[in-house]
């Protein structure tokens, strides 16, 4: 069992309540900015290289709902504060942990 602080949904993207699976992992994957996914209109779509750095930190758990996951950040001082677009964000050192407890098995739960 683990325990940590995170970062989950904002009114305009609330935390996908329900029952997930996990469908995969990617460790220091590229980030692919799209503005009409984040509800931002149209507009360029472009990648953000891989590492600690990008937006979606050093790993990227995927997760059954389309556009979501649970994934590391470049800002650990926001977690806990901010809002996310969705997903669930931790500091890149929690997110690395937990990739490493979890697999394709594992059923992820978000309730209110």
Known sequence: MALFTVTSGSAQFPLPLG???IVGEAYNPPYSYDPEVLG????ETYTFPPGPNSP???VWIDLSKEHYGLHGTPEPETIGRAQSSGCVRLTNWDAARLAQMVS????VIFEA
């Open 19 to 21: 029952e997930w699976d």
């Open 40 to 43: 931002q209109g149209d507009g």
């Open 56 to 58: 979606v930190g050093v």
């Open 104 to 107: 394709q098995s594992t059923q």
